[in-house]
């Protein structure tokens, strides 16, 4: 199943969407993890290394770095099956 990223393209930081497939059980994970609020980021940075990140309006919350090649599925599923999913906070 396809999981959609936020890229960050250089050198002004447009946004564009990328998709990457992967397996069934980290495809739901990121569903459960974007229903929750938080997005997922991609970014080519300028050593040739990737950033992988989980964020919202508020910050990143987790990411993986690596090498831009056949690295990045293997970053991704780390990623995504890291990511603790807080309990939402009732309001007192």
């Known amino acids: 199943m396809d999981i959609r990223f936020t890229q960050n393209l250089r050198p002004n930081g447009r946004a564009s969407n990328v998709f990457i497939d992967r397996p ?3 495809a739901l994970k990121t569903a459960q993890i974007v229903i929750a609020g938080y997005g997922l980021v991609y970014e080519i940075l ?47």
């Not at 919350?61 to 293997?74: D, K, Q």
Request: some cysteine.
């Open 24 to 26: 069934n059980e980290v």
């Open 46 to 92: 300028a050593d040739g290394y990737v950033s992988l990140r989980i964020s919202d309006d508020k910050g990143d919350y987790a990411f993986e770095l690596c090498e831009n090649g056949p690295e990045i599925p293997n970053a991704v599923d780390r990623l995504v099956m890291r990511f603790e999913l807080l309990k939402p906070q009732t309001k007192l």
